[in-house]
Each structure stands twice: as structure tokens, then as C-alpha cells.
């Protein structure tokens, strides 16, 4: 069983930053898939920053990509979100989820389904 919990979310203005946080528990020993996800009200949850832990090979959706960096430090056993110039779109609740590297590719690594370990996820909310 992983816990993962997410911290860091918040209110700012339209441009500003973010970083989340999202602490493993226990922390992947083999490459494992870590993914920030976010779910707007009345919205699909949707992928944002995918990262394997192993290679640190990283994949962003086209919407935050410049814009959010995902990172590690398995020495804090956390998974980071940087989330930069952000936009009243990034408003939603984001997640954090793990599964294990085989479970997803390029083909699949947003899809919710993919992943078995959720964190209760942390408010953001980007005003203009």
C-alpha cells in the first residue's frame, strides 16, 4: 500500500506561482509512474505532468507544458509540481498517483484508470 499526500495549493492571481508537493510513502525502490493530475468542477480528471521515477523521464500535457515542471527528491520521498504564470484555466483540485511502470506508456499515462494509489488532492484557484 503508498499513501501519497499532497500539500502547497492555494489562491494567487492570474500569472503567479505554485509549487505542490506530494509526499510517497513508501517511496518507489524501482521506477515507478508518478503522475499530477487535476479535475476542474463538472470536468473529466485530466493528466497534467507525468514523471518515472527510475529514469526521471518526464511528459507534460500540451496545457501546462512551458509552464508546470514536475520533479523529484527521493531523498524527501516527494514529487514536486512547480506550476508557473498560471491562468484562471488551471483552477481545479490536483492530484497526485502512482502505479507501477508497466502499467502505462505513452499511450496511456493520463488515463485515471492506469493508476492505483491517490492522494485527497490540494485546492488551487487562479483568480484574473
Known amino acids: 500500500q503508498v499513501d501519497l499526500v499532497e500539500s502547497g495549493g492555494g489562491s494567487v492571481q492570474a500569472g503567479g506561482s505554485l509549487r505542490l508537493s506530494c509526499v510517497v510513502s513508501?517511496?518507489?525502490?524501482?521506477?515507478?509512474?508518478i503522475t499530477w493530475f487535476r479535475q476542474a468542477p463538472g470536468k473529466e480528471r485530466e493528466g497534467v505532468a507525468f514523471?518515472?521515477?527510475?529514469?526521471?523521464?518526464?511528459y507534460y500535457a500540451d496545457s501546462v507544458l512551458g509552464r508546470f515542471t514536475i520533479s523529484q527528491d527521493s531523498a524527501r520521498n516527494t514529487v514536486y509540481l512547480q506550476m508557473d504564470n498560471l491562468e484562471p484555466e488551471d483552477t481545479a483540485m490536483y492530484y497526485c498517483?502512482?502505479?507501477?511502470?508497466?502499467?502505462?506508456?505513452?499511450?496511456?499515462?493520463?488515463?485515471?484508470?492506469?493508476?492505483?494509489?491517490w492522494g485527497q488532492g490540494t485546492q488551487v484557484t487562479v483568480s484574473s
Open positions: 498517483a502512482t502505479t507501477f511502470w508497466s502499467r502505462v506508456g505513452p499511450q496511456n499515462w493520463f488515463q485515471p484508470a492506469k493508476y492505483n494509489s
Open positions: 513508501p517511496y518507489p525502490r524501482s521506477s515507478n509512474a
Open positions: 514523471l518515472y521515477t527510475g529514469s526521471g523521464i518526464t
